[in-house]
């Protein structure tokens, strides 16, 4: 006790010393810098000594600040209040703005298409002849744009000094480790290289060299506080209040990854610390039990921190009187580049390697001949991103002639561009019914041309196998044109009550294999990622061979054909944010196709979902017509039925193509109860129940009223639909199935 004494009197001597000698010549106070640490979340404690530094009134010389220490500081540095800070990046959604996950609404339709296809969350490619994968969990593109629109009032290029307080940020360069301490520049840039956390955020490129996280190399930055000059520092510590002691277990790779880089950090803290002297002031509020992304309790970690700044109060009152004769403030400066008028005249693209510049251009340009405005220009940097083709997208004005500019667009494309890969897998199972499985990859390969050609290919083997490929071509405005060519093959149960019409038993008289061969060639015309018409031709070839002897395939034919060529119109309305568990919005999807040679074919499709929540309570009803029409000219050929129910919210109590038919007609009504949201990675789990009526069946004989009732329990995960149910129904009839990955039908 009595060496803490003396110690705390040696340090008030110290800063009073400083005081009366800086108070000789002309008056001025202690140089003040502010080291604000890194720690996610618990970045929100610095708010605290901001407002302790503002309340007091002492002036900061400067802000020197690491990964969400730069956040914070520098969006104070150029102006921000501190009440703006916590409100704006407080009421951040991490999964969407940390970890830039996208709302399905966001993407182009065809994007949306495509990962219904394949629901693992998984995109790579292959670069230089091995697998290439994303370059951090996030691109750090949300955040990055969040940074640049709170700053667009900041000069492009700037030096930190001429803030409005003067700003340090702290990174960590790639090439050797070392650590690089960022003072001129894009601001947001600077510090959007000092948080990218390894393995969770993207490196950032600046002038040729690339950046990760500064906490690697300096956490708590000390060390470039006492170079710029600190007579007192004032350090802000998030590690306060952590329990050392307890070790994690080593249980996996990952654990022990995250371990490494935990001690990296400590070893850094600790060797700043012990830079501190005794006229420094150290907070250290207490956050063990918050997490990096705890970004909903920001008022929360900002009491604790305003706990931690009283904790100390005898240093802050020894500061305060050290520095109450100063006349000013040492963050003074103004910047006035948000004054200026800025007229956008031109759109430049750099950064694009396989992507066109003149897409690039081409989205951006109706902000030609427009005034700038940060909001609206990030709507169309944002476009940019969701197209799939970037991992980081950012912009810079450069004056060309008074208030005219030209808006400079930055992007980095994927590093696995221009070969884009994705897996799928699935397994379902049903008492009494099919046990099914595939895996399989899809394979895009965009910007073959200039013009934006793209070829797909998409595999799959198992139960369901599949063989198609495809080419995609823009045209003018919203017009675009694809063809493509597909070998598909299904194994498929017959039911004995698809032919007895007062049998609702899961007997199975055999199994049929399917074999469709197809081609297409359509235009189609997008609303603005609300919706989209596709017009064409089509031609379709279907076998399906019985691959069990029995008297049915005597009587019946063990071989059905159907061949026609005809045109083909679809409507389709997709304004849901899940296409499985949707919580919100509707869907219609509504086709007409004719056969003009071949077998008389025609047929109609219409299916439609609303959605609807009220807090974790959610609402679905769907309906499902459609109608097929076969003349042949063959009297005894039989053409193939290709309408089918069963499965989970498709009459759930009988089994995937019991009923099958060439006319159908189902409502269901689902009621979801949201039991998590899931964490950072929104992977919901629901409980609920469905209740449906429907039948397909067949021309000359009648449509039977049939009832089906489903409990289940559900995952919307990151590799596609996981769920368990038991159903029942009409005649008693029951089912319990399960369902992992990508669902299936028929």
């Known amino acids: 006790m009595f060496f803490q004494k003396l110690i705390l009197a040696l340090s008030l001597g110290l800063i009073s010393c400083l005081a009366h000698g800086q108070a000789t010549q002309a008056a001025k106070p202690p140089s003040v810098v502010v ?61 969407k703005v940390a970890l830039d996950q996208l709302n399905r609404l966001e993407l182009p339709s065809r994007t949306r298409a495509y990962q219904q296809k394949y629901p693992v969350d998984l995109e790579f490619g292959i670069k230089n002849g091995v697998p290439s994968f994303a370059r951090g969990v996030s691109d750090g593109q949300r955040f990055l744009a969040l940074l640049q629109n709170l700053t667009a009032h900041v000069p492009p290029q700037v030096n930190f000094n001429d803030l409005k307080i003067p700003f340090r940020a702290v990174a960590t360069r790639y090439r050797d480790g070392e650590m690089k301490v960022f003072d001129h520049g894009a601001l947001h840039l600077a510090i959007r290289a000092s948080m990218a956390a390894p393995a969770v955020f993207a490196p950032v490129e600046i002038d040729d060299e690339t950046y990760v996280d500064g906490g690697l190399v300096a956490n708590l930055p000390i060390e470039v506080a006492l170079q710029e000059g600190a007579d007192v520092i004032v350090a802000s510590f998030l590690a306060g209040g952590t329990e050392d002691g307890k070790t994690a277990q080593a249980n996996h790779a990952l654990a022990v ?85 800025k007229h956008i005249v031109a759109i430049e693209a750099q950064g694009q390697k396989d992507v066109s510049a003149s897409y690039i251009q081409s989205v951006m340009a109706p902000l030609v001949n427009q005034e700038f405005t940060p909001a609206e220009t990030e709507r169309y940097i944002d476009e940019l991103y969701t197209s799939g083709f ?13 208030h005219q500019y030209k808006l400079i ?26 046990t099914q499985f595939t895996t399989g990859f899809g394979y895009r390969r965009p910007w073959l041309t200039p013009e934006g050609l793209e070829f797909s290919l998409d595999a799959r083997l198992g139960t369901q196998s599949e063989l198609a490929a495809r080419l995609y071509q823009p045209l003018n405005g919203r017009w675009s044109a694809e063809t493509g060519v597909s070998w598909e093959r299904n194994n498929l149960p017959l039911y004995r009550s698809s032919y007895y019409e007062d049998d609702h038993s899961n007997i199975k008289l055999a199994y049929y294999s399917q074999t469709t061969q197809s081609w297409d060639a359509k235009l189609v015309y997008d609303f603005e990622r609300k919706a989209n018409f596709k017009f064409g031709l089509t031609s379709s070839s279907i076998r399906r ?38 919580t919100r919005g509707y869907f219609l999807n509504t086709s007409f196709e004719k056969g003009i040679s071949g077998a008389g074919y025609s047929g109609a499709r219409l299916s439609a979902k609303w959605a609807s929540s009220l807090g974790p309570h959610i609402f679905n009803v769907g309906l499902n017509l459609a109608q097929d029409r076969v003349s042949l000219d063959c009297d005894t050929c039989r053409a193939p039925s290709q309408l089918y129910l069963g499965g989970f919210q498709s009459m759930g109590a009988y089994r995937m193509g019991q009923l099958v038919g060439d006319q159908l007609a189902h409502v269901q009504g689902t009621y979801m109860y949201r039991m998590t949201d899931g964490g950072l990675f929104n992977q919901r789990t629901y409980v609920g129940t469905v209740l449906e009526t429907g039948d397909a069946w067949s021309s000359g004989t009648a449509m039977k009223k049939l009832y089906s009732g489903t409990l289940f329990v559900a995952v919307d995960s990151k590799i596609g639909d996981i769920y368990l149910g038991t159903a029942r129904g009409t005649g008693g009839v029951y089912n319990v199935f399960v369902q992992l990955g990508r669902r299936f039908s028929y």
Do not use: C
Request: charged residues 20%; aromatic residues 6%.
């Open 35 to 95: 080291v604000l640490a890194g720690g996610g979340a618990k970045g929100f404690a610095h708010l605290a000594v901001l407002r302790k530094l503002e309340q007091d009134r002492i002036p900061i010389a400067r802000i020197v600040g690491t990964s969400m220490g730069a956040v914070i500081g520098g969006l104070y540095a150029s102006g921000l209040s501190t009440d703006e800070i916590e409100r704006v990046v407080g009421g951040l959604d991490p999964s």
């Open 257 to 341: 990854a995250n371990r490494m880089v935990d001690i990296l950090i400590r070893q850094n803290e600790k060797r700043n610390l012990a830079l501190l002297r005794p006229q420094d002031i150290l907070v250290k509020p207490q956050l063990s039990d918050v997490g990096f992304a705890d970004f909903n309790r920001a008022a929360e970690i900002a009491q604790r921190g305003q706990a931690a700044v009283a904790s100390v109060a005898d240093r802050w009152a020894v500061l305060q009187a050290a520095t109450t004769q100063a006349q000013g403030s040492a963050g003074s400066n103004r910047l006035s580049f948000d004054q200026r008028e």
């Open 390 to 402: 970037f991992d980081l997208v950012s912009y810079s004005l450069q004056q060309q002639q008074g």
């Open 409 to 434: 667009v930055h992007v980095r494309e994927k590093p696995y561009s221009p070969h884009f890969l994705k897996t799928t897998l699935g397994f379902s199972s049903e008492v009494g019914g099919m």
């Open 545 to 582: 061979e019985l691959d069990t002897t029995t008297e049915l395939a005597a009587t019946t034919g063990s071989t059905d054909t159907l061949h026609y060529n005809g045109l083909k119109a679809q409507l389709q309305i997709d304004q849901l944010d899940s296409l499985t568990f949707p």
